[in-house]
């Protein structure tokens, strides 16, 4: 039997498009009325019927220099004819090497050994391995509590989920890990609604890790991890002095501090690494998306390198570290890992993040007498509109916003009730404009 013809994207219907399960998905309105890309370039999508869309939201916060960059394009397709895969495990290739070097160059002084993996997720769980054994290497094995934070979001790993704060992505696996406990969260409407950047009220939150560790014992706790800015719960903006008032704390009582910046490094927030807009340094940094700008998955853990040292002992030929990945360093990643951090450095997209910012800030806050709306917040490349839940209907006029969007040729990202923009580091100001244009055309018409 020949194969049957390609589909037609266009002309896609229901049973076409069952067998793939998507992630974070509703599956049935998804293929009831499929919201297709085919080709990306710059700051665009195009649907295959060839609907211009524009990228409001990097991808999903991953394609921080823009899409199909012709570098990164060319280097991907270099490595994939030269090296296609090398094995990771007691082998290695030169690209891996080179691209560890680089994101350690551009670290905060003291995170400059890197761990590979694939993913946000595999990040996560692989800084709270390192966390635990650290902390039984150097003789304080009772230390296996973690703390993370109610509406934090690190990924879908069992550890992620088990530090992470989001009830859906909890309540249906289970008793997940064992010994984790969660600081507050620091979203207030009540203080802090319309705040511009990191908002004055919430600083003293940092505080009730000290009630955990008066609880648990800090001799039982192995680390913290927060996401600097919480990304997938909102743009959630640290309150000013909570980072540094963690980093005290945690410094205090001998616990770790994971800064997940899954999202926040690699120019949101108009620098490498939050963590240096910040200005407080953590015990490890997961990164992932903008590390290859979302072409090759790829993400990684910077580690403080005398938290690497612990581990480098025993005879010269035993494993340090029992944890690792098949594609971790994969050479078609590092290739565009490279690649990206070139176009990051050549073009001054960090810097041109920085002086966008101030342009988003102001565009999104002048849709605060828009219907629905209860908050606006904004941070580096990063805002959030939060609505109102329309009664009995929760999280339907979000969604709602951003099918309006998706018909008006935007691509947003609906979190809950909140509508979120993340624009690629290349972002136009006129760009900027249409997307609140259009975001203030669809609230004016949401139910
Ligand atoms: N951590 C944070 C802070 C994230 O925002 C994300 C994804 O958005 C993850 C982890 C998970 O990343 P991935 O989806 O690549 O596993």
């Known amino acids: 039997m020949s194969n049957p013809a390609p589909l037609e994207a266009g002309a896609l219907h229901p049973e076409a498009l069952a067998s793939y399960w998507m992630p974070f998905t509703a599956n049935r309105q998804f293929k009831a009325a499929p919201r297709m890309m085919a080709r990306a370039e710059g700051m665009h999508y195009w649907t295959p019927?060839?609907?211009?869309?524009?990228?409001?939201?990097?991808?999903?916060?991953?394609?921080?220099?823009?899409?199909?960059?012709?570098?990164?394009?060319?280097?991907?397709?270099?490595?994939a004819a030269t090296l296609d895969y090398a094995p990771a495990f007691q082998m290695g290739h030169p690209l891996a090497f080179e691209l560890a070097d680089r994101i350690a160059a551009m670290a905060p002084a003291g995170l400059n050994r890197v761990f590979f993996c694939?993913?946000?997720?595999?990040?996560?769980?692989?800084?709270?391995?390192?966390?635990?054994?650290?902390?039984?290497?150097?003789g304080e094995g009772s230390r296996t509590r973690l703390i993370g934070r109610e509406r934090g979001y690190?990924?879908?790993?069992?550890?992620?989920?088990?530090?992470?704060?989001?009830?859906?992505?909890?309540?249906?696996?289970?008793?997940?890990?064992?010994?984790v406990d969660h600081l507050p969260h620091t979203h207030s409407l009540e203080k802090n609604a319309f705040?511009?950047?990191?908002?004055?009220?919430?600083?003293?939150?940092?505080?009730?890790?000290?009630?955990?560790?008066?609880?648990?014992?800090?001799?039982?706790?192995?680390?913290?991890?927060?996401?600097?800015?919480?990304?997938?719960?909102?743009?959630?903006l640290p309150p000013r002095g909570y980072l540094q008032r963690l980093r005290e704390i945690t410094a205090k009582h001998g616990i770790l501090l994971i800064f997940d910046e899954v999202i926040t490094a690699f120019g949101r927030?108009?620098?490498?690494?939050?963590?240096?807009?910040?200005?407080?340094?953590?015990?490890?940094?997961?990164?992932?998306?903008?590390?290859?700008?979302?072409?090759?998955?790829?993400?990684?853990?910077?580690?403080?390198?005398?938290?690497?040292?612990?581990?480098?002992?025993?005879?010269?030929?035993?494993?340090?570290?029992?944890?690792?990945?098949?594609?971790?360093?994969?050479?078609?990643?590092?290739?565009?890992?490279?690649?990206?951090?070139?176009?990051?450095?050549?073009?001054?997209?960090?810097?041109?993040?920085?002086?966008?910012?101030p342009v988003l800030e102001d565009a999104v806050h002048s849709l605060r007498a828009s219907p629905h709306v209860i908050d606006i917040r904004n941070g580096g490349l990063a805002a959030a509109i939060?609505?109102?839940?329309?009664?009995?209907?929760?999280?339907?006029?979000?969604?709602?916003?951003?099918?309006?969007?998706?018909?008006?040729?935007?691509?947003?990202?609906?979190?809950?009730e909140i509508v979120c923009l993340a624009p690629a580091l290349i972002v136009e100001e006129s760009q900027i404009a249409k997307m609140t244009g259009t975001l203030r055309e669809v609230l004016l018409q949401l139910a």
């Open 195 to 236: 705040s511009r950047g990191e908002p004055e009220w919430g600083a003293h939150l940092a505080d009730e890790l000290e009630r955990l560790i008066a609880l648990h014992d800090a001799s039982t706790i192995a680390a913290v991890i927060v996401e600097p800015m919480a990304g997938s719960t909102g743009v959630l």
């Open 154 to 179: 690190h990924g879908v790993g069992f550890g992620g989920i088990s530090v992470g704060g989001m009830v859906a992505n909890r309540k249906m696996f289970g008793a997940m890990l064992a010994g």
């Open 269 to 357: 927030l108009g620098h490498a690494f939050a963590a240096q807009r910040y200005g407080v340094t953590p015990d490890m940094i997961t990164f992932a998306k903008g590390v290859t700008s979302g072409t090759v998955p790829m993400g990684g853990v910077l580690v403080r390198s005398d938290i690497h040292d612990a581990f480098m002992r025993g005879p010269p030929w035993a494993i340090e570290l029992f944890h690792g990945y098949t594609y971790s360093g994969h050479p078609l990643a590092c290739a565009a890992g490279i690649a990206t951090l070139d176009l990051y450095r050549d073009e001054g997209l960090f810097e041109r993040a920085r002086a966008m910012a």
């Open 49 to 79: 019927e060839g609907r211009r869309i524009l990228d409001g939201f990097s991808g999903l916060w991953c394609c921080n220099a823009g899409h199909s960059r012709k570098p990164v394009v060319e280097a991907i397709q270099r490595q």
């Open 118 to 138: 694939n993913s946000g997720s595999e990040a996560v769980d692989t800084a709270l391995k390192v966390a635990l054994a650290y902390q039984r290497l150097r």
């Open 386 to 416: 939060e609505l109102e839940p329309r009664p009995g209907a929760p999280l339907a006029r979000a969604f709602d916003a951003y099918l309006g969007c998706w018909e008006r040729g935007l691509l947003v990202r609906q979190a809950g």
